[in-house]
């Protein structure tokens, strides 16, 4: 005990300068500071924006946002279906659009199970496949997996209540809302052709 009141004076005496200086009477009669005369400026150098010309590449690994049209959900899809989807966010190079919101893509099914006895949720795979602009289809790269929420509690609950009756407690499907987001990657470069 005496080690600790002999600790807390310790750190009221470091403490007491910084609390014994003498305040400053407050001036009543207004200064005028100019703030930026007494700073320096200093310039940054920036970079000039490239510009956009025909021949100009969208470069490989580029961000694309692609959204599903429809719920996904593993009750209603089976392994190698179709996801149809579309450009969610415009892709920009410099100031144009390359890639418009809107435009249409695709993805497919990679993998799903279904639930199962016991609380087993459903589980689902896919992968981004394309962006299909006007005369051209361009690979992308994106892979995901979906998993359905467990009832292993309720299934646990339902076999030490009932037995065997257990195997009757589901998992849930696996799904993604219509509208959900999911980011891929462009596979190749794509080259710019500026409309004049």
Same mark, same amino acid.
């Given at each position: 005990?005496?080690?600790?009141?002999?600790a807390?004076?310790?750190?009221?005496l470091?403490?007491?300068?910084?609390?014994?200086?003498?305040?400053?009477?407050?001036?009543?009669t207004?200064?005028?500071?100019?703030?930026?005369?007494?700073?320096?400026?200093?310039?940054?150098?920036?970079?000039?924006?490239?510009?956009?010309?025909?021949?100009?590449?969208?470069?490989?690994?580029?961000?694309?946002?692609?959204s599903?049209?429809?719920?996904?959900?593993?009750?209603?899809?089976?392994?190698?279906?179709?996801?149809?989807?579309?450009?969610?966010?415009?892709?920009?190079?410099?100031?144009?659009?390359?890639?418009?919101?809107?435009?249409?893509?695709?993805?497919?099914?990679?993998?799903?199970?279904?639930k199962?006895?016991f609380g087993?949720s459903?589980?689902?795979?896919?992968?981004?496949?394309s962006?299909?602009?006007?005369?051209?289809?361009?690979? +992308? %790269? =994106? !892979?995901?997996?979906?998993?359905? #929420? $467990?009832?292993?509690?309720? *299934?646990?609950?339902?076999?030490?209540?009932?037995?065997?009756?257990?195997?009757? +407690? %589901? =998992? !849930?499907?696996?799904?993604?809302? #219509? $509208?959900?987001?999911w980011? *891929?990657?462009?596979?190749?470069?794509?080259?710019?052709?500026?409309?004049?």
């Open positions: 005990m005496t080690m600790m009141k002999l807390a004076c310790g750190v009221l470091a403490c007491a300068p910084a609390m014994a200086q003498p305040v400053q009477p407050a001036s009543t207004p200064v005028a500071t100019n703030s930026l005369a007494a700073r320096p400026v200093t310039a940054v150098m920036v970079q000039a924006p490239s510009a956009v010309t025909n021949g100009s590449m969208l470069q490989s690994n580029s961000e694309v946002w692609l599903l049209d429809h719920e996904l959900t593993s009750k209603k899809t089976k392994v190698g279906a179709a996801i149809p989807m579309s450009v969610s966010r415009d892709v920009m190079l410099g100031n144009y659009v390359v890639i418009p919101r809107g435009t249409p893509a695709k993805g497919h099914i990679s993998y799903r199970t279904g199962g006895a087993k459903a589980k689902m795979e896919f992968d981004l496949d962006i299909e602009l006007p005369g051209r289809s361009v690979p +992308v %790269t =994106g !892979h995901y997996r979906i998993e359905g #929420q $467990g009832n292993t509690g309720a *299934a646990v609950g339902a076999v030490v209540a009932v037995g065997v009756f257990g195997a009757f +407690v %589901t =998992g !849930h499907s696996a799904t993604a809302a #219509q $509208g959900s987001e980011k *891929a990657s462009t596979k190749e470069p794509l080259a710019i052709t500026v409309a004049s």
